[in-house]
């Protein structure tokens, strides 16, 4: 048996208003070089202007995935010719990366999990090439857009970590804003490198690279892909060539692109025209305050602190909007496990449904507090908690005030359930007997004193007072 | 010859209007273009930005390898032939929004590349004073324009001494002022750490005037120096009593001269003379010592840097985003033939230079080495910058060559003489280079190179001495018009 060995290198575009060195707008578009400017184009005599927010974004990464960060800000070239790299060098960082030696903790089937970060670096992002027929087209929208390329080691051993690690690092993405990650947009894509151990061996194997895989269920499958090619040339008795492969997602296979002898030399440098910048601790403290808790210490503190189970917790963080909603609920006082269940049960069931953000929800962490406030204090049941639900976030209506609209507050009174209990026991003595004979006669009692309240009753009360009234006949 | 002080005075007082001195210039241009080849482009329409700075209303020329949009820019290069920039050049802008007004594009060594002037597309460009003999290069045509008389200054590019060098070859001044100082946004980079923006006048003045305009920060330019609150030309007649020059012994000696040609011989005579008579106007100049390794090692660090910058800066030249399109089956066929064919042997070679100097392998022991060997020279130099307010030495060690002369300019001594204007590259110190005299009927000059962020005292001393040595706006009699 062999031991599969994963190392990542994920590239995720920076959020920001204009491009990583030149003014252009940093964002999306369907049409075709619309966000383009000279230094976009590489055109003679442009120069690289560093962009402060890009550089501030990446620094908060770093320090997100625990890395140590540089004394100054320095970029390096990668020279390299190809038609979507219209300058013939990429800007990128070799020499002072953004953050080095750092790691992430992941969590998989319930064990917490340390993926070392070997770095993180900033550079820039290339044009797009659209292959037709006998020609190819260029589109620079993407071109010099800011890019943060985060390297594992060689640290994971199973297809599950490496997917855990891809989703743990949007999800902290996603928190500090950095990036959107938007698979469906390209803006966070891998390259990945797999190697098949001896089992009861310590020594590395040989290591192939797939490249620019751009979604995570392609890495998934280019994983397994490559576990058995691998797996199946050892067995075989023969040796994996070091080399960059492609992953075909038609045929599920992947291909040669280049051996190891092949292999680009990148000729790096110091970019000359952007002078080295001190970074100030005061500038790290400052960003460090900018990084709001992660989704990982989120779990942890969910489950810890609220006794939440994991599998909610992780619905909850899974989005920082959500999880943020969470917490502000709580900070009102609400009890953490109500407030857990409205959400994953109710709350998120109604947004996926109807495609909605929690942006989106009239409902607020104050209204749910009073919603669920109003259901332990026994105003209303819970079934009519989900009616002022709908009703509040459809018709636009505070919970309180929808309940005195639908006038549905609960009946708690004792008399008043009593009397109407007597008045149903007496007009059905057959099937009191039943009851006693050990038929279930029970929940029809209760159906006809909610009948007669229109729902309105306590449930419990009005079980405990049935069971009474019975005892007593 | 008329400075741009004489011309402003004449427009101030209404003796002449701005589009007449365009008209004399356009017209010099064209008589002159056939037989010096100063221009890749003459400009013929008359275009005027009003302005109440020194220079407005008069002719200029710019090197071709600043962006100006909508006029062809080739940097003398057939893979830029027909190359329209899109953009303005921040040295070129900060000239037409002052009041300057062009009158032609010049050629250059190709892609700013040697120091000849006779390797752009264009064909070769002749020096004024003798027209068997270069101009020198990169900046030939905007040298050569000025010494012609056409236009009272230009603007070139200077990454060796690509300013000062054929400034002193014709017999004008060229200066280029610390590293930072003039934005080089626009400018089509050669090697970016030891590129300068410069210009080419007839008097020390003049060059102040026009580095007023040019320069400060440039949010465009992340190496462009902050603003400062003051103008050279104010600095200029400071008194200079006391100051202190050195000039190098190793370069300077004439007994390390014995078998060099009588013009080297001749030239150092008249450094030392010069010298004299600086002496007697009060400046304190002294003899030091450098070392001669350090010297040696100048031109070699020197071409080993510039290769491999070059290198990687004309990566952009492929001919797909722009320029002639190469043919081949596949994309890499594509570009291969493009720039087979944009560019001349002589590039070629420069680059695949650069590109093996940049190798995995080889960069410790040549690109490395190399920024090591010119950070000890800028801190050498540095060293003595604290005792001394500015170096000055002859510009070169002979006159401008011959175009079929390749005689004897190789022995090291020769080379050390010839390639000392690269220490300015090197530390980015301010550095002037002004008419000290004649040999052969051909002009010499001296160079004084200051320290780093001090260009207004270069420019004052290079002032004192200009007054004293009385070769300020020397043109050859013939187009003195």
């Given at each position: 048996?062999?031991k599969?060995v ?49 550089f ?26 190809y038609?979507?790299l ?11 990366p ?12 319930g ?31 993407r ?5 943060l ?6 640290c ?26 938007r ?50 040339i ?5 040796k994996?060539l ?27 440098y ?30 942890e ?11 909610d917790?992780d ?34 069931g ?13 409902l ?8 669920i ?61 039943d ?7 029970f ?22 007072i ?8 | ?16 209007t ?5 008209k ?18 003459i ?45 303005d050049a ?17 050629v ?14 264009t ?16 900046s030939?045509?905007?040298?050569s ?33 610390t ?8 400018l089509f ?82 450094f ?42 004309n ?36 680059f ?17 080495n190399?920024?090591r060997l ?5 801190d050498?130099t ?38 000392h ?36 005292l ?5 002032n ?15 187009y003195?018009v």
């Open positions: 048996m062999y599969v994963i190392g990542l290198e994920v590239h995720c575009e920076v959020k920001t208003n204009s491009k990583n060195f030149s003014s252009a707008k940093n964002a999306y578009s369907e049409y075709p070089n619309e966000y383009v400017d000279t230094t976009d184009l590489g055109l003679p005599g442009i120069l690289p202007v560093a962009n402060r927010e890009a501030r974004k990446s620094l908060m990464m770093s320090l997100a995935l625990h890395c140590k960060t540089p004394d100054i800000v320095m970029f390096d070239r990668k020279n390299y010719y038609p979507d219209p300058k013939g060098y990429q800007i990128t960082q070799e020499t002072k953004v953050g080095k030696d750092g790691y992430v903790m992941i969590n998989v089937d064990v917490d999990k340390k993926v070392l970060i070997n770095n993180i670096h900033l550079e820039e992002d290339t044009a797009s090439l659209d292959h037709f027929g006998d020609y190819s087209l260029i589109d620079y929208n071109a010099g857009v800011p890019l390329e985060t390297v594992t080691e060689p994971m051993y199973s297809v599950k970590e490496a997917l855990a690690f891809l989703e743990t690092l949007k999800g902290i993405f996603l928190y500090t804003d950095v990036s959107e990650a698979v469906d947009r390209g803006q966070i894509r891998c390259d990945v490198n797999v190697s098949l151990m001896d089992e009861n061996s310590t020594e590395l194997g040989t290591k192939v690279e797939m490249k620019n895989i751009n979604s995570f269920n392609n890495v998934k499958l280019a994983i397994e892909t490559e576990i058995e090619r691998q797996t199946e050892l067995n075989n008795g023969g994996v070091q080399e960059t492969r492609r992953f075909s997602e038609e045929d599920l296979k992947t291909y040669p692109m280049r051996s190891k002898v092949d292999a680009i030399d990148y000729k790096y110091i970019e000359p025209n952007i002078p080295p910048i001190k970074i100030e601790d005061s500038w790290i403290e400052e960003i460090k305050k900018d990084i709001p808790m992660l989704p990982f210490e989120r779990v503190k969910y489950m810890n602190v609220y006794g939440l189970s994991r599998y917790s619905i909850i963080v899974k989005d920082k909007k959500v999880s943020d909603y969470f917490e502000e609920t709580i900070s009102l006082g609400t009890n953490p496990k109500s407030s857990a269940n409205w959400l994953t049960s109710i709350i998120l109604y947004l996926n449904k109807n495609e909605l953000s929690i942006d989106d929800l009239y607020t962490p104050q209204m749910l507090h009073e919603l406030k109003m259901i332990d204090d026994g105003e209303i049941s819970s079934k009519q908690s989900k009616e002022v639900f709908i009703k509040c976030i459809e018709e636009k209506i505070n919970p309180k005030d929808v309940v005195k609209s639908l006038g549905i507050t609960q009946i708690t009174d004792d008399k008043t359930i009593r009397d109407i209990v007597v008045r149903v026991l007496d007009s059905h003595p057959d099937l009191i007997e009851h006693r004979k050990g038929k279930n006669t929940d029809f009692f209760v159906g006809q004193v909610m009948k007669e309240t229109r729902g309105k009753a306590n449930p419990s009360i009005t079980a405990s049935i069971k009474d009234e019975i005892d007593k006949r | 010859m008329e400075t741009i002080m004489d011309l402003r005075k004449s427009l101030d007082d209404k003796k002449v701005s589009e007449e001195l365009f004399k210039s356009n017209t010099l241009a064209h008589k002159y273009q056939e037989e010096y080849n100063s221009f890749v482009t400009i013929d329409d008359y275009k005027h930005v009003n302005s109440n700075s020194l220079i407005d209303g008069i002719p200029f020329a710019i090197k071709d390898n600043f962006s100006t949009k909508g006029i062809l820019t080739t940097a003398s290069s057939n893979i830029l032939k027909d190359y329209v920039p899109v953009y921040t040295a070129y802008k900060k000239l037409i929004e002052s009041g300057g007004v062009l009158v032609g594009k010049t250059l060594d190709e892609l700013a590349m040697g120091g000849t002037g006779t390797t752009g597309h064909g070769i460009v002749k020096n004024p004073w003798d027209k068997s003999r270069q101009i020198g290069g990169s030939a045509g905007s040298a324009s000025v010494a012609l008389g056409i236009v009272p200054f230009s603007i070139g590019s200077d990454t060796g001494d690509s300013i000062r060098k054929p400034a002193s070859f014709g017999g004008i001044v060229g200066f280029k002022p590293y930072g100082r003039i934005s080089r946004y626009g980079a050669f090697a970016s750490s030891l590129d300068h923006v410069g210009c080419f006048t007839r008097c020390v003045r003049d060059a102040a005037i026009v580095t007023d305009i040019l320069k400060g920060k440039d949010e465009r330019d992340m190496t462009s120096l902050p603003d400062e609150n003051i103008n050279y030309v104010d600095l200029l007649d400071n008194d200079i009593k006391g100051k202190k020059l050195f000039y190098i012994k190793e370069l300077t000696d004439l007994n390390l001269y014995k078998d060099s040609g009588s013009e080297t011989i001749e030239v150092l005579n008249k030392k003379e010069t010298i004299e008579k600086l002496k007697s106007i009060g400046f304190i100049i002294e003899e030091v010592s450098f070392d001669e390794k350090l010297l040696k090692a100048i031109y070699p660090a020197y071409m080993t840097i510039s290769c491999a910058e070059a290198t990687s800066n990566s952009n030249l492929t001919g797909i985003p722009f320029g002639p399109r190469g043919e081949g089956d596949n994309i890499n066929d594509i570009m291969f033939d493009a720039r087979t064919k944009g560019f001349s042997e002589l590039i070629k070679r420069r695949i230079l650069g590109s093996y100097i940049l190798q995995r392998e080889n960069q410790e022991r040549l690109f490395k190399a920024q010119r950070r000890i020279i800028v050498k540095n060293e003595l910058f604290k005792t001394y307010d500015a170096m000055i030495l002859p510009a070169g060690g002979g006159i401008a060559p011959k175009f079929d002369s390749e005689i004897d300019r190789m022995s090291p001594r020769y080379l050390m003489l010839e390639n204007l690269v220490i300015a590259n090197f530390g980015g110190f301010p550095s002037i280079t002004i008419p000290s005299g004649f040999v052969n009927n051909m002009p010499i000059a001296i160079n004084i190179t200051g320290r780093q962020f001090e260009d207004g270069v420019l004052n001393i290079a004192k001495i200009e007054e004293q040595l009385g070769y300020k706006g020397i043109i050859k009699e013939e003195d």
